[in-house]
Every structure is written in C-alpha cells, then in structure tokens.
C-alpha cells in the first residue's frame, strides 16, 4: 500500500501542473492583447493612450475594458481562450465602436 502511495505521488511530480497565471500576469496578458490589437489602434485614431482600465465583466464572460485617450474613451472586450490542455488563458478582443 505504501509503494502504491508512492508511485501515485511521484508520478503526480512528474506531471507537469495546469497552474493558472497570477493575477499580475493575467493582467499583462490581456492588457498586452489589447495593445497589440490593430481594430484597437484604428479604433482610436491611433491617438495616444493615458489609461487602460478594466470595468467590468459581460454577461457571456467577457470582461469589459475602457482604453481612454485625450478624445474619446473606447469599450473593448476580451473573451477568453481556454487552452485544450495545461496553459495559459489567452484571450480575443471584440472592438464594438470607434472613437468619433
């Protein structure tokens, strides 16, 4: 009984582990897809960024941000992609409107 215990711990160190990021990483990630969106940057006019907030979540899951330049704050969404197996959490960006 003993042995088996073993093996089942040992084998479980030797999977490696489906972590989710940490909060700071996860983040970056998704503050990171939203910079590097090019539906983001023409959205905006290409105008310059002052602040990235997140402001919500959608009711499907999404979670709402405010990318806020000197004209115009623009809505975005991220809708995440779940990995088929151990990973990261990357996520797609939905641009609903253009700044005016």
């Known amino acids: 009984m003993r042995r088996m215990i073993a093996a089942v711990i040992a084998t479980a160190l030797a999977t490696p582990a489906a972590a989710a990021l940490s909060g700071f990483y ?6 990171n897809t939203i910079l590097a ?3 983001v940057a023409n959205a905006v006019r290409q105008a310059p960024i002052g602040a990235i907030s997140n402001t919500g979540t959608r009711k499907d899951g999404a979670s ?3 990318v806020r330049t000197q ?8 809708v995440p992609i779940l990995p088929e197996g151990p990973g990261k959490t990357t996520y797609r960006v939905e641009v609903p409107g253009t700044c005016e």
């Open 26 to 31: 996860d983040s970056a990630e998704r503050i």
């Open 37 to 39: 969106s090019s539906d």
């Open 64 to 66: 709402e941000w405010q």
């Open 71 to 78: 004209e115009c704050d623009l809505t975005v969404y991220l």
